[in-house]
């Protein structure tokens, strides 16, 4: 990024500065010219709008949210909600995980990295548990310390929350015995093994615990949480924010809308990039 003079950027390309007519705004003056904007049509006080019960529970005047990662789990699971909600006013996103450092997805391809591990966090705002393949998850139902864990961080949080499988591991850890829940559409037979009760829905809600579909159902997930966190207002803004505005090419995001043959090819393919 070219700066203007004393090393400040002016928001404006190199053209502009140097006396051409053609003013060409730099991407991040765009931005800011586009934040300004937004400030002065009423944004600002839209921030400030208090939403959901969670706004009494902050830590210090901060929200935490923890998203917990174990080796195998789903990119998009975990990175979904973190997408929104990094971004809503006065709340911080955490990655934990038994250890710091990189966590490897369900591929092998991908790590994110952990800023904390589980013995050093007792409490959370929410917890987000995404779900994983096969392996990862299999490891996580019976992992009695990651069940441990996630006991005490709900006994405190407002929200504990799951994406995709993560509802099995919740479920694992004694959390969704009797409630309704969702889940990967290929593992819903599995809700009924860990006491929950399946109901369809890209995510269901039931006291605090709110579990969300497969994969991408954790955008609506962070979203629905935005407003709970803060208002409807930054929760519709942060929606617009990542242009979450879905029209996919194809018709077959669920397994009513896609045939046996395209069921099959989809849970192999899912098996195939597994490590």
């Known amino acids: 990024m070219i700066t203007g003079s004393g090393g400040v950027d002016d928001g404006l390309g190199a053209d502009a500065r140097n006396g051409d007519r ?18 002065g049509a009423g944004a600002a006080a839209a921030v ?20 917990l990662l174990y080796d195998g789990f789903t990119a998009l699971d975990a990175v979904g909600p973190y997408e929104v909600l990094c971004r809503v006013p006065g709340v911080r996103v955490t990655m934990v995980a038994r250890e710091v450092g990189p966590v490897r997805t369900d591929t092998g391809e991908l790590s994110l990295v952990a800023e904390r591990a589980m013995r050093d966090v007792h409490g959370a705002d929410v917890l987000v548990v995404p779900g994983g393949g096969d392996r990862g998850v299999t490891a996580m ?15 405190r949080s407002v929200w504990t929350t799951s994406v995709c499988t993560g509802s099995l591991i919740l479920g694992s850890a004694g959390l969704l015995r009797g409630l309704p829940a969702t889940t990967y559409w290929a593992s819903r ?17 039931a006291g605090k615990i709110i579990t969300a579909a497969g994969v991408s159902a954790g ?12 208002s409807t207002k930054v929760a519709q803004a942060m929606q617009l924010a990542v242009e979450y505005d879905p029209d996919p090419p194809y018709d077959t995001g669920s397994p009513e809308k896609a045939d046996a043959e395209t ?10 990039a597994a490590v």
């Not at 139902?141 to 006994?155: C, L, N, P, T």
């Not at 037979?189 to 809600?205: I, N």
């Not at 099959?264 to 195939?272: E, F, N, S, T, V």
Request: aromatic share 6%.
């Open 22 to 39: 053609r003013v060409r705004p730099s991407r991040r003056g765009v931005l800011k010219g586009a934040v300004s904007g937004a400030v």
């Open 48 to 67: 400030g709008v208090s939403g959901g019960p969670a706004r009494a529970a902050s830590r210090g005047g901060r929200l935490e949210v923890a998203v």
């Open 141 to 155: 139902m019976d992992d009695a310390k990651a069940h441990e864990w996630i006991r005490r961080v709900h006994r």
């Open 189 to 205: 037979f599995y809700l009924e093994k860990v006491g929950a009760t399946y109901k369809p829905g890209r995510f269901v809600e």
């Open 219 to 230: 955008i609506d997930m962070g979203l629905y949480l935005a407003a709970r966190l803060s």
């Open 263 to 272: 069921e099959a090819l989809a849970l192999k393919l899912i098996a195939d």
